[in-house]
Every structure is written in C-alpha cells, then in structure tokens.
Nanobody, 127 residues
Framework: QVQLVESGGGLVQAGGSLRLSCAAS????????MGWFRQAPGKEREFVAS???????????DFVKGRSTISRDNAKNAKNTVYLQMNSLKPEDTAVYYC?????????????????WGQGTQVTVSS
C-alpha cells in the first residue's frame, strides 16, 4: 500500500509560481509511474503531467506545456518525492491538485489507470 501526501499549494497571483510536492511512502517508489491531476469546482478531473518510473520520460497536458516541469527523486536515501513546478500561473489553473501512482505501464493520462491517490492540495490563482 502506497501513501501519497501532497504539499505546496496555496494562494498566488496570476503570473506567479508554485512548487507542488508529493511524498510517497509504503512502497517501492521507483517502481511507480507518477502523475499529477487536477480538479476545478464543477469540472471533471484532468491530467496535468506525469513522469516515468526512471524519470527519463515526462508527459504534459497541452495547457501546462512550457509552464510546468515535473520531476522525481529516486536516488538512494532520497525523499521519494515527485515535484510539479508551475510557472506563469493563470486564474484558470485554480483547482485541487492530486498526486497519483501507477504500478503498470499504461495510459499515463487516464486517472482510472492509477492505483494510489493523495488527498490533494489546493491551488488558487488570483487575477
């Protein structure tokens, strides 16, 4: 059983930056493809970004390409953490952001393929 805890959300002005973190425990972190999803009020959950188990491949939704960077720390004695650096934030980025872990090599953009989820962290971007 993998536990995921997100942090780093908050209130930021448009054009600002935030770095979200997701700390994983209870499993072999390097075996999981890690993703970030978000859900805004009244909208469905959507894929934001993901990173392969090795960190060698990254994937982004079109709406964050060029503005966000996903990374992970798999090193021995590392914090088993995945990060999402978000820059040039827009009011439409306001949402609860969720971290998720997928044990199989599957559709990285599909939330249903992920096995474990965190509780989420709120990101609010003011205009």
């Amino acid at each position: 059983q993998v536990q995921l805890v997100e942090s780093g959300g908050g209130l930021v002005q448009a054009g600002g930056s935030l770095r979200l973190s997701c700390a994983a425990s209870g499993g072999t972190f390097s075996r999981y493809h890690m993703g970030w999803f978000r859900q805004a009020p009244g909208k469905e959950r959507e894929f934001v970004a993901s990173v392969s188990w090795s960190g060698g491949r990254t994937y982004y939704a079109d709406f964050v390409k060029g503005r966000s960077t996903i990374s992970r720390d798999n090193a021995k004695n590392a914090k088993n953490t995945v990060y999402l650096q978000m820059n040039s934030l827009k009011p439409e980025d306001t949402a609860v952001y969720y971290c998720a872990a997928m044990g199989s090599s599957s559709a990285y953009y599909a939330g249903a393929e992920y096995d474990y989820w965190g509780q989420g962290t709120q990101v609010t971007v003011s205009s």
